[in-house]
C-alpha cells in the first residue's frame, strides 16, 4: 500500500489477474483461459480465492480514499492513471 497523498494506492500484485474478480464480473468478464490459467499456477487454489474474497470486500467498500490495483489489469491501471492527483 503506498500513501499517494490524495488516496491509499493498494497494489495487489499478482493477487488477482482480471478486475472481474474484485469488482463483480466486468464487463468485460474474465476470459476462461485466463481464469483457467489462474488456477493452473496456483499453488493453492484455497488461498487464491480467499484473497480473492478480502480484495472484493475492500473493493465494494468504494472507499474514495482507496484505490486497488494489480499487476495484470488493464483497466485497473488506466483508471489509476486517469485519476492519478
Known amino acids: 500500500a503506498v500513501?499517494?497523498?490524495?488516496?491509499?494506492?493498494?497494489?495487489?500484485?499478482?493477487?488477482?489477474?482480471?478486475?472481474?474478480?474484485?469488482?463483480g464480473g466486468g464487463p468485460p468478464p474474465m476470459p476462461a483461459s485466463l481464469r483457467?490459467?489462474?488456477?493452473?499456477?496456483?499453488a493453492d487454489r484455497k488461498m487464491v480465492l480467499d484473497n480473492?474474497?478480502?480484495?472484493?470486500?475492500?473493493y465494494r467498500r468504494q472507499d474514495p480514499d482507496l484505490l486497488i490495483v494489480c499487476s495484470h489489469d488493464r483497466k485497473l491501471y488506466e483508471h489509476a492513471k486517469a485519476t492519478a492527483g
Not at 10 to 22: N, V
Not at 36 to 42: N, R
Not at 52 to 58: A, F, I, M, Q, V
Request: net charge negative.
Open 52 to 58: 480473492h474474497s478480502r480484495l472484493t470486500e475492500l
Open 3 to 23: 500513501d499517494a497523498g490524495h488516496r491509499w494506492l493498494l497494489h495487489a500484485g499478482d493477487a488477482f489477474y482480471h478486475h472481474s474478480e474484485i469488482d
Open 36 to 42: 483457467a490459467f489462474e488456477m493452473a499456477v496456483a
